[in-house]
């Protein structure tokens, strides 16, 4: 056939790209096949107690399952053997010898498909815009998760400033002692009611919070920096929020007050530098240029640095939706941002004295601009 055909497969719940092609979360493989045409058609295979749910469901022309194209040597009793083997079998009796399949095939697919005279080369890009792109359903999946999110960071950030030193500054409330892993506890408990998976929120306070990923342990403090930076998925649409905020208990240090005021004004800029037809190296640059002149170490410390420097190891941002980090980024580098991209802006500093001070928000990316997803206050009191 010379018209393009095109292979996504793998577990619908968590692949997402096969996700985001039919909008079906099953828990078994299934594989879909979309013929350019004319006609243009698409074909789903998918497990048969899944059949009539992805027949009312699903965004395919036709759904079938492994036995109806049982190839001549019968189909495995393996699942994922007996998917695979279907869809080579479909694209026999389809007379394809060549066919398209993205990034995340398995190699099981191309390895039956060549064994069977087929055909499958990569197109790296395959998918890649229309999940950048996020159409109104989308975004407002995306609107929901981040409202949740900000309710569970609001909820920790303001129990954190409420709660009571101790003499040797350590906060507790209600005669319990405030931990990282308490504050991770509440905010899973607050985004489990709202029907949301989180996995480990970063609850970091003091120095540890320099290491930008470590999601913070031990017990929290008066006076301290607390990065609360919390990241669910809905169970329901399987989009995901992301949000960073800040909270001192206390008296906020000098230092810590300088860091923020430096990120604040990074972040305004990065705004207003976001839109589409820019690129994520333009926006990260913006935000370089705004910490560079406080003085900011761009990239982490070199050796025998001071323990007092402050410095930025990461980018400015990253694309979201169906997987929490997917493209684009806004970073060295970054490619053209399109209408439709949703991608969170976060500019940080960290000092290992100190620890670290990080807002983040998430952005729909717009011809003009870009829309901000969040309502949450960026100060340090709660």
């Known amino acids: 056939m010379s018209q393009r055909v095109t292979i996504l497969a793998g577990v619908p719940s968590i692949s997402k790209s096969v996700f985001h092609r039919i909008r079906f979360a099953a828990h078994d493989p299934a594989v879909c ?17 899944e059949l009539q749910r992805a027949r009312n469901i699903a965004r395919a022309d036709r759904c079938y399952v492994p036995k109806d194209f049982t190839p001549p040597g019968g189909l495995s009793g393996d699942r994922e053997i007996a998917t695979a083997q279907a869809a080579v079998e479909c694209l026999r009796r389809h007379a394809v010898g060549r066919a398209v399949g993205d990034r995340s095939l398995p190699l099981l697919y191309v390895s039956l498909a060549r064994e069977a005279g ?22 407002a999946n995306l609107k929901h998760a981040q409202q949740a999110t900000e309710s569970a960071i609001r909820m920790a950030c303001e129990r954190i400033a409420r709660a009571n030193a101790r003499p040797d500054g350590v906060l507790e409330r ?25 996995e480990d929120s970063i609850v970091a306070c003091g120095p540890i919070g320099a290491d930008c990923h470590h999601p913070g342990e031990g017990e929290i403090r008066t006076g301290q920096p607390v990065i609360i930076d ?61 910490l560079k002149r406080h003085g900011v170490h761009i990239g982490f410390p070199p050796a025998g640095a001071p323990d007092d420097l402050i410095f930025l190891p990461h980018g400015t941002g990253h694309g979201i939706g169906l997987d929490l ?45 870009a829309d901000n997803l969040n309502n949450l206050t960026e100060g340090l009191a709660w």
Not at 33 to 49: E, T, Y
Not at 118 to 139: M, S, T
Not at 244 to 270: D, F, L, S, Y
């Open 118 to 139: 087929i055909e499958i080369e990569l197109d790296a890009d395959l998918g890649v815009v229309e999940r950048r792109q996020k159409d109104q359903q989308e975004v």
């Open 174 to 198: 209600d005669g319990q002692t405030l931990t990282s892993d308490v504050i991770r506890r509440w905010i899973d408990l607050h985004l489990m009611d709202l029907g949301f998976t989180n």
């Open 230 to 290: 919390v990241f669910p998925q809905d169970k329901q649409t399987l989009y995901h929020g992301d949000c960073t905020r800040m909270v001192v208990h206390g008296q906020v240090p000098e230092i810590v007050a300088r860091m923020h005021t430096m990120v604040v004004e990074a972040k305004q800029v990065a705004e207003r530098a976001t839109h589409a037809g820019t690129t994520g190296d333009a926006v990260h640059r913006a935000t370089v240029d705004v």
């Open 33 to 49: 096949i979309d013929f350019a045409g004319p006609p243009a058609k698409s074909i789903l295979i998918i497990r048969d107690v």
């Open 325 to 369: 980090k997917e493209p684009p980024l806004l970073d060295f580098n970054g490619v053209e941002l399109l209408p439709g991209d949703c991608v969170t802006i976060e500019p940080a500093v960290y000092c290992k004295r100190v620890g670290g001070v990080r807002i983040e928000d998430m952005y729909i990316v717009r011809a003009p601009g």
